[in-house]
Structure formats: C-alpha cells, structure tokens
C-alpha cells in the first residue's frame, strides 16, 4: 500500500521542542514532491501547518501556518528521502493529530495543492 508514514510525535511539556517526520512506505518520497504538513484536534477542523515546493518548481520555497510562524520549520533530506518538522516552544493548542501529504506532481508547489499521498498521523500532545 502506498501511503506516508509519520514519526516523531508523542507527549512534551510547554516551551518544548519535538521533531517529526515523514517518509514512504511503498514508493519513494522524491526531492519534486511538494510535502504539507497538517494537524486536526479533537472537535476541530483540519489545519494547513507549513509546506515545502518540490525541486521541480519553486526549489524548496516554504509556507507556514500563521500560528505556528516562528517556531516550526520545516526541512527536508533528500538523501534519506524524508521531509522532517522541527517544532519548537511548544503549546498546549499544537496539540493535534499531525499528518503529512503528498503532491507527487514534477513542477508543483505550495500554490497549488493537491495531495496524492497521505499518512496516518502522529500524536503530539503539550501538557504539563
């Protein structure tokens, strides 16, 4: 099954740092894929975290969420075929489910989404 996988997630404490990830499962995440991260809490719409272009289009440009501008980045290692977010200065509304997607189209950007691949999300919870 082709799919996205996340890592990362789990429980911190506010003001605290996770780092996620995101990798495939079945196929290979390549460096002109566009990757979106999201996250839903519970009772909650689904919210556009950050983004990052594929190597085919806008060359790596990122987009992030404004509540989350400043502490989050995203980054990826196209060596290791993973996209990764670097969360920082944690607080309790960060947490959610966190899901990464996929726009597996050479040339495409955070513009103009489209999601071609999901994954099954990571828990973060911020509490004390």
């Known amino acids: 099954q082709l799919q996205l ?3 990362g997630g789990g429980l ?3 003001g605290g740092s996770l780092r996620l990830s995101c990798a495939a499962s079945g196929f290979t995440l390549e460096d002109y894929y566009t990757i979106y991260w999201f996250r839903q809490a519970p009772g909650k719409e689904r919210e556009g975290v950050s983004c990052i272009s594929g190597s085919g ?3 790596g440009r990122t987009t992030y969420g404004d509540s989350v501008k400043g ?3 995203i980054s990826r290692d196209n060596a290791k075929h993973r996209v990764y977010l670097e969360m920082n200065s944690l607080k309790p ?3 959610a489910v ?3 997607a996929a726009d597996r189209r050479y040339g495409s950007g955070c513009q ?6 999901w994954g099954q999300g990571t828990q973060v919870t911020v509490s004390s």
Do not use: A, K, L, N
Request: net charge negative.
């Open 5 to 7: 996988v996340e890592s």
């Open 12 to 14: 911190v404490q506010p």
């Open 57 to 59: 289009g806008s060359g």
């Open 71 to 73: 502490r989050f980045t």
């Open 93 to 95: 509304e960060d947490t």
């Open 98 to 100: 966190y899901y990464c």
């Open 112 to 117: 103009d989404p489209r999601y071609d691949y």
